[in-house]
């Protein structure tokens, strides 16, 4: 299906640039913004402005006006609209609206409840380019919570890996400045899609949280749990074994390759020691890497003793992964894949700097984690299950 206009539309949108510069990159935006969704109504009609054709989904039902803020500030945009049966909402307007609302939100409560600084307050006005009051902010707040708990209370189902670590963030307790502590969980279910399972927040990594959250994850449905891969906090392993007994635990070898540098008696050793542990994770099979680890362990008795102690006690621990299809193995030996989304969400958290309270941190985080779930599970599969019920995966 092809459209006249968007060349014409870029074509205005050039010469608007040219002739006025940066100062008139919104009404630029607003242009570009309107076509996009019109030519994404036409698509999803299958069917162009009064083309006939036996594939039309729907009609074709004028335009809404909205005002879209952003940080070019406020645009005002023609929101395309439809007739017929079909639903229809322009996905320009959708991407990373939860995510900018809560953060947006974050920041408005530290203003309105007199904890903002001079750049909260210059944040606030950078994002939301506008005042904000508190009866706004509580309203936008109520809207915003309905859906991200939904989203949060939302039914598993079986789930055969599953990976969980937790990051910490600056919040408002008691009147005091305290290190809150973020759970996450993400999993790759029976068909091999990857999702984020759930996310809470608590004062602490300690065993009761970890094992309240897992209750929850299991109360809503999650079970099949083949392994689960984390680090070797106390905690988290203390509610592992009370709440998933009997299943597998991979400890992730990227968090043992920094634990190692505590152990290492010089600094110019470093990098021999990592290249050694390099090897012993890449092993082909359990037997070479157990083979691999007893060399190395000898290597370090002389020149390293405690650093050769604790790679016997301690990386034995991830070798649990070679039990698993080999095709599973580099995407499960670590949560490197939670340290990306990790990094996703020093993101946006470093905008606020501070939270007011628990719920709004759960807010943000919350609102960030359901966007990048949503975009996992409309790819194709992260993993292929096929093989897992294989006995014999070596």
Same mark, same amino acid.
């Given at each position: 299906?092809?459209?006249?206009?968007?060349?014409?539309?870029?074509?205005?949108?050039?010469?608007?640039?040219?002739?006025?510069?940066l100062?008139?990159?919104?009404?630029?935006?607003?242009?570009?913004?309107n076509?996009?969704?019109?030519?994404?109504?036409?698509?999803?009609?299958?069917?162009?402005?009064?083309q006939?054709?036996?594939?039309?989904?729907g009609?074709?039902?004028?335009y809404?006006?909205?005002?879209?803020a952003?940080?070019?500030?406020?645009?005002?945009?023609q929101?395309?609209?439809?007739?017929?049966?079909?639903?229809?909402?322009?996905?320009?307007?959708e991407?990373?609206?939860?995510s900018?609302?809560?953060?947006?939100?974050?920041?408005?409560?530290?203003?309105?409840?007199?904890?903002?600084?001079?750049?909260v307050t210059?944040?606030?006005?950078?994002?939301c380019?506008?005042?904000?009051?508190?009866?706004?902010?509580?309203?936008?707040?109520?809207?915003?919570?309905?859906?991200?708990?939904?989203?949060r209370e939302?039914?598993?189902?079986?789930?055969?890996?599953?990976?969980?670590?937790?990051?910490?963030?600056k919040?408002?307790?008691?009147?005091?400045?305290?290190?809150?502590?973020?759970?996450?969980? &993400?999993?790759?279910?029976?068909?091999?899609?990857?999702?984020?399972?759930?996310?809470?927040?608590?004062?602490?990594?300690?065993?009761?949280? !970890?094992r309240e959250? #897992?209750a929850?994850?299991?109360?809503?449905?999650?079970?099949?749990?083949?392994?689960?891969?984390s680090?070797?906090?106390?905690?988290?392993q203390?509610?592992r074994?009370?709440?998933?007994?009997g299943?597998? !635990?991979?400890?992730?070898?990227?968090?043992?390759?920094?634990?190692?540098?505590? #152990?290492?008696?010089?600094?110019?050793?470093?990098?021999?020691?990592?290249?050694?542990?390099?090897?012993? #994770?890449?092993?082909?099979?359990?037997?070479?890497?157990?083979?691999?680890?007893?060399?190395?362990?000898?290597k370090?008795?002389?020149?390293?003793?405690?650093?050769?102690? !604790?790679?016997?006690a301690?990386?034995?621990?991830? &070798?649990?992964? &070679?039990?698993?299809?080999?095709?599973?193995?580099r995407r499960?030996?670590t949560?490197?894949?939670?340290?990306?989304?990790?990094?996703?969400?020093?993101?946006r958290?470093?905008?606020?700097?501070?939270?007011p309270?628990?719920?709004?941190?759960?807010?943000?985080?919350?609102a960030?984690?359901?966007?990048i779930?949503?975009? !996992?599970e409309?790819?194709?599969?992260?993993?292929?299950?096929?093989?897992?019920?294989?006995?014999?995966?070596?």
């Open positions: 299906m092809t459209h006249q206009a968007d060349s014409n539309v870029i074509e205005t949108v050039v010469q608007l640039l040219t002739e006025n510069g100062p008139h990159m919104a009404d630029a935006m607003r242009l570009l913004l076509e996009a969704m019109r030519i994404e109504r036409s698509q999803s009609l299958e069917a162009a402005p009064y006939r054709t036996e594939k039309r989904r009609y074709a039902n004028g809404k006006d909205k005002t879209v952003t940080r070019l500030g406020a645009i005002e945009v929101v395309p609209q439809v007739r017929g049966g079909v639903e229809f909402y322009p996905s320009a307007l991407r990373g609206v939860r900018e609302r809560a953060l947006k939100l974050a920041i408005a409560e530290m203003y309105v409840q007199g904890v903002s600084t001079r750049r210059s944040v606030m006005q950078e994002l380019g506008l005042e904000v009051s508190s009866a706004q902010v509580s309203r936008a707040t109520s809207l915003l919570e309905e859906e991200l708990t939904r989203w939302r039914p598993l189902g079986e789930t055969p890996y599953v990976f969980v670590d937790a990051r910490y963030e919040v408002r307790h008691g009147g005091s400045v305290v290190s809150c502590a973020v759970l996450m969980a &993400f999993g790759v279910d029976a068909g091999g899609h990857r999702s984020v399972l759930g996310v809470s927040v608590s004062l602490s990594e300690a065993e009761v949280h !970890w959250f #897992f929850s994850l299991q109360d809503r449905g999650l079970h099949g749990v083949r392994l689960l891969v680090d070797d906090h106390a905690g988290l203390a509610a074994e009370a709440r998933f007994p299943v597998a !635990w991979q400890r992730c070898q990227f968090h043992l390759q920094q634990n190692a540098g505590q #152990f290492v008696p010089r600094v110019e050793m470093r990098r021999e020691v990592a290249a050694d542990l390099r090897a012993v #994770f890449e092993s082909s099979d359990g037997p070479e890497a157990h083979r691999r680890l007893r060399q190395t362990v000898d370090y008795t002389q020149s390293a003793p405690k650093l050769s102690a !604790w790679l016997e301690n990386v034995p621990d991830s &070798f649990t992964v &070679f039990a698993f299809p080999p095709t599973h193995r499960l030996r949560s490197n894949l939670m340290e990306r989304i990790s990094q996703e969400l020093k993101r958290t470093r905008v606020a700097t501070l939270f309270n628990e719920a709004s941190l759960l807010r943000l985080v919350s960030v984690l359901m966007e779930s949503e975009d !996992w409309s790819e194709t599969t992260y993993l292929r299950m096929d093989n897992l019920s294989s006995p014999d995966h070596k």
